[in-house]
Every structure is written in C-alpha cells, then in structure tokens.
C-alpha cells in the first residue's frame, strides 16, 4: 500500500515511469530519486518565485535630464549595502553604493569617508593591457572623479560623525552620449540619501560646456571634445557647494551664468531624489557623538582666556604659531593631569578653540592671523633659469608657499599612452606634483604620489592646456614637474604660476600667462554676514569655509576648483570669490611673473631636443618606414635623431646635432621624391658591376648609372673611375626604352641642383 501510493503521487510530476513494470525494490528505489527529483523541482520553483517577488520588489524611477533618460533602480542589486542605486543614464550603467561601520574607529579625529570610482575596462569592450589583465591601480581620471564626488557630499555628513563610510562607483558599461563620472555622482548622492547614513542632503550634480556661445547641458563625448568650457556644478536645495572647471579663456560673467544654469538642473534633479527617498528611503541611524564635552571648553577657557588666545594666533610664521600651540598644549595637560578622560581630548578641544578664535578674529574683527588686509596678497617673488642644464625652470613664492617648476621637452612619441573609458590615447602636456614632508617641516617618508599630489598637478595642468600651442606650431610632448619647497596654502596656485613660467623659459610658446589664486571664507549666522579672503594662507583654509581656486589669463578663466566646508554658498559669494580672483590674478602677473620673464623665449634652450616638421604624401609613408622598418632604422641610425611619423603624413625629426637633422630630413625628402628628368641627386657609390654603378641617395632610394654614363671619356672599368664609398652627384636622364630610369654622372653641370 505504501509503494503503491508513493507512486500515485510521483507519476503525475514525472511520467517517463511506468511503475507497474516494476518490482517492490525497484520501484522503492525509483521512488527515492523521484522524490529527490521532485523537492528539486519544487525548489527551482520557489527559487523562481522569490526571483519574481525580488523583481517586483524593486523600484525603479526614471526622468529626462537633457534629452536622454536617466533611470534609478533600487532593491535591484547590492541589497546588503546600507543604500545602493543601479544607474542608467542611456546606455551607461553605474552601481553606487554606500556603506558605514556600525560604530566609529577608537582614537580617530576626523570624518573617515572614503570615495571610490572604479573604471571596468570590460565596460568599453576592452581587455587591460599589461600582463596581468586584470584592472590595477585607478587611472588619474579615476581618482579625479573620486574626489569630485567626495568634495559635495563630505560637507553634509555629520561634523561629529566619526562612522567609517565608503562610497563605491563602479562603472559597468559606458554611452558615448552619457558620462559615466555624471553618473557617478548622481548615484552616490542617491544612495546615501536612501541609506540610512545620517546625511544632510540630497545634493546633485549637472555639467555644462559651451559650443559656439551656446551652453550644453551634460554634453556628449563628442560635444565634450569640441566645447570651450567644461564645467560641473554640485548643488543643494538652495546654494552651490562645488565647481570643478576647465575654460579656454572663459569670461567671468560667462562663467557665473553657467554656474547657475546648472545650478538650475540641479533642482530638477533634487526633486527626483526626493521622489526617490520618499518611496525608498530609510530612517537614519543613531550614532555616538564625538563632539568635545562644552566642560572641557570651559575649563580650557578659564586657563586660556579669550583674548590670550588671540595673541597665541596671532603670528606672521606659522612655524612661532604652531610652537606657542605647543606650548599651550603642554599647559593643559599639566593643569588636567587628574582628569584622564580629558587628556586624550585636549588637542581635538585646541583645534576647535583655534578655529573659533581666527573665525571670530576675521569676521568680526577683519583681523588675518598674519596681519594681513583682508584683500592683501602675501609678499611675492619669481625667478626663472634657477636650475641649470634643464630645459627650463623657475621659482615662485607667495608668502611661505614656494614652488620650483622644472619643464621637459621631448619628441611626441614620449607623450604619455592613457588605457581608459574614453577614446583618449594619449596627452601630450603632463603636470606633475610633489609634496614632500620637509615643505611642512616633518618626517615621513614618500610613497609615491596621493590622490592630493595627483590633483593638484591636474589642477595646474587644466589651468595652463587652454594656452599651449598645438603639435603643429610646437610639435613636443611638454612635462613640467612642480616640486614644492616650502607650503603654507595655495601651493597648487602657485604651481600654476611656476610652470608658467617655466614653459616660458623654456621657449614654448604659449598663447597668454597665466596665473592661478585661492580665495577663502569665513561665515556668520546669516547668508549676508561673510568675509572673502584673498590668497588664503594654510591656517584660513584650515580653519575657514572655502579654498576657491580660480586660474586664468588676462581674458579669462581657464580652471576653477571649488572646496566648501558649508552646506553651500550663495551666488553673492561666488560672484565675489570670481571678482576677487581675478584682481588678485593680474596683479600676480604684473609685478611678480612678468618682471621675471615677460613673454616665451624665441627659442628652445640649448640642453632641449630641437624638432624640424616636415609634410610628405601619406601615401609614401611606406616607403620612408621599409619593410620591417628597415629604411627608417637605417637613418636614425646613420644621424642619432628620432623620427615620429603620424597617418597623415607629418614627420618629426628631433635631435641635438642640426647637421645631423637636416641630413635626415635629406634623406626623407629625397626617398619621397619621384624620379623626373632634369633632377639632381647626391649618393654614395654602393655596388659596381661591369655593365655600370649603383648609387644610393638614401636608405632605400637607389639608381643605377651605366658605364657610359660615368666619364666624357671612353673607359673600360667602371672601377677605373669610381671606388665604393664614393659621394657623387647625378642627374637623371628620364626613361629608357626598357622603361628604366636612368642617371648619368657625366651630365652633370656644375652649380645646378
């Protein structure tokens, strides 16, 4: 009875069985893989229904933003992260995530965010290159998006949040017509604000560029490639919070005007985020305050009144500001030696009395810590030529802020090869930065470039790209190397300033100077009660609400980089932060660069590579480069040069020796010219046979002159005339009747070419 009725119940869900063939054992052993079978079945079912349900589960938004549809998915993927949003904007597909620890680190003193952009080359249908073909190290265009991304979204997490949070983008596939680092920055702002992270947002982040005086909302590759301006703005419900630019020369008005249509996109995408978070979003979590006890503050005030700590900050050099900090500390931890819970507080409590002190100093007193105007600019000085044998270098100082720039010539082949999302292959001009422990007066020793080194030089590199010349009026690959001295504030600023001049020095000839200033903040209880800063040293920056770094010539802006402690700054501030810069701009330029060197040298300097560029057929390139190359090995290794040839035809040949030069570029010349009657060639006697003598013009540029072709005189040897080796000059005589060219030495007229 009991087999009989496990088989009724199996049959129905497998009938390739015929049960009534078979024994008792064997349909018992049957019936244990049918129902093996069976729960299998049935939990592939569930697993498809909870699929079903998980997908009816997620929600998706979507909304135009600039002609293409941008599409947020949440619950999709990545359901273990504390807020997750699946990205599409177009065809490029984004995951950004947010995550935060359950409690915060033991003994830190400061926010620890970290933001991360990871470029999947699989997402352009590419393979890494390199012998690991994985992805390494993030690219310079990866660990710029990051801190875009960062510089928005740390200001609104709380001040006292000490939560280790990590905002991950990973760009899974990539639209030409959709920017993946805009896409980026839209889904960290999302994923927070629906996370459970305590986060004072939303904010969103529009680009803008400028095509033919027209602005372009979110421009395309393509757009992207051919437009003036390149501008990305962050804002909150109300105020701007971050500008990133780079400009050919944009004027201040222009550039307000875009900072503010942006400004207006964005609230367009502000109200879909909180569409989204209304549906989607979940209650923030408590955390454990770090703030410092309001009883140690007074405690600390009753030792260090007020206007004591004002003289204490009150210094010229930082380096007397920070010894009496020293001995302030030291003072403290004497007068609370019985109170051990304070002692590991005392310097996080002295950094915010010192902030206090200088915000209180600047806006209500209009005092600087150095003693400074409030629109006065550190005392400067520029030199140039201040490292021999260089290509070129030069030396600029702002207060205790000193760059030496050195710059490097090279032939176009040594411009540097990019692997990354875009079609970009290469950059021909390369900034460099370093910030080494001793400018700061500490000990540490450097691991390579950070993510500050690597931003600042691109920074400084965006600043100076508008003004280069092309590869047509200047064909070399340009690095400049910005090493940093000594640093209190600013020093990207001044490694605009320094490499300016520096490519002066060393005779490129760049279109326009230009200079680079940071202004800074300070603000009250209202939106009308702030003081700008101008050429903000360390401690404002420090201790201050802004570093508004603006580049740019005489006519206009080139680069701007926007940092903000705040929760934004209203359009009265950023027009004024522009103004200020560019007076403190020109005046950089007119009494402190210019007096160093005024305009570019005429000429490279005698240590840099000199480069001659010819034009030949394209079609003829073959025949310069031979087969396997051997042609253009033989000239290059007859005249020391290098030799650089593009698909249109453009030759580059860079060398040290001129005569050497121009004999290479004789030897191209004349291996892409067509033998025509009446020509004169110059070669050397390379083979001799009975019948006549081979002469070769160039590597792979040969002629044959016939025996009696060689003398005005009858002779019997072609060696009774010519030896090997022997430079000869020939003039060809056309076609024979075999269809041959023929040449002739005896034809020859002196003086004609």
Known sequence: MIIIRLSIDIVPLYGCFDFRECTSTEIFCINELCVYFSVVSVSSARTKNNLKRRQDMYKSFSMELAGRTLTVDVGRVAAQANGAAFMHYGDTTVLSTATASEKPRDGIDFFPLSVEYEEKLYAVGKIPGGFNKREGKASENAILTSRVIDRPMRPLFPKD???????????????????PELTAMLGSAIAVAISDIPFDGPCATTQVGLIDGEFVINPNASQNAVSDLKLT?????????????????????????????????????????????????????????????????????????????????????????????????????????????????????VYQYEKKTVRKMILKDHKRPDGREITQIRPLAAEVDIIPRVHGSAMFTRGQTQICNVCTLAPLSEAQKLDGLDDTTS???????????????????????????????????????????????????IRTVSETFESNGSTSMASTCASCMSLMAAGVPIKKMVAGISCGLVTGETDDDYVLLTDIQGLEDFFGDMDFKVTGTTDGITAIQMDIKIHGLTRPIVEGAIARCREARLFIMDNCMKPAIAEPRKEVGPYAPKIVQIQIDPAKIGDVVGQRGKTINAIIDETGVKIDITDDGAVSVCGTDKDMMDK???????????????????????????????????????????ISKISKERIEHVEDVLTLGDIVKVVCLGKDKMGRYSFSIKDYKEGTN
């Not at 030897?667 to 033998?675: L, Q």
Request: charged share 30%; net charge negative; with cysteine.
């Open 161 to 179: 949040y000490r939560n280790d949070v990590t905002l991950n983008n990973m760009v899974m596939s990539v639209d030409p017509e959709c920017a």
């Open 664 to 706: 290479a570029i004789k030897y191209i010349k004349t291996i892409v010219t067509d033998y025509e009657e009446g020509q004169v060639f110059e070669g050397k006697v390379i083979s001799i046979k009975e019948f006549g003598a081979f002469i070769e013009f160039a590597p792979g540029k040969e002629g044959m002159v016939h």
């Open 427 to 477: 950059k021909r001009y390369m900034h460099h930065y370093n910030f080494p422990a001793y400018s700061v007066g500490e000990t540490k020793v450097s691991r390579g470039p950070g993510r500050r080194e690597i931003g600042h030089g691109a920074l400084a590199e965006r600043a100076l790209v508008p003004v280069l010349p092309s590869e047509e009026e200047f064909p070399y690959a």
């Open 233 to 349: 703005v962050a804002s909150t419900r109300d105020k701007v919070i971050m500008i990133e630019a780079g400009a050919n020369e944009v004027p201040e008005a222009k550039m307000v005007e875009a900072i503010y249509k942006a400004h207006e996109v964005n609230q367009q995408v502000i109200a879909f985020i909180d569409k989204i978070v209304a549906e989607c979003g979940k209650p923030k979590h408590e955390y454990t305050s770090c703030a410092i006890p309001e009883k140690l503050f007074a405690a600390i005030k009753e030792i260090v009144p007020p206007a004591e700590m004002e003289v204490v900050m009150f210094a010229p050099e930082k380096q007397v500001r920070e010894e009496r900090i020293r001995n302030l500390k030291d003072k403290l931890a004497e007068c609370f030696a019985d109170k051990e819970d304070w002692l590991p507080l005392i310097d996080e409590a």
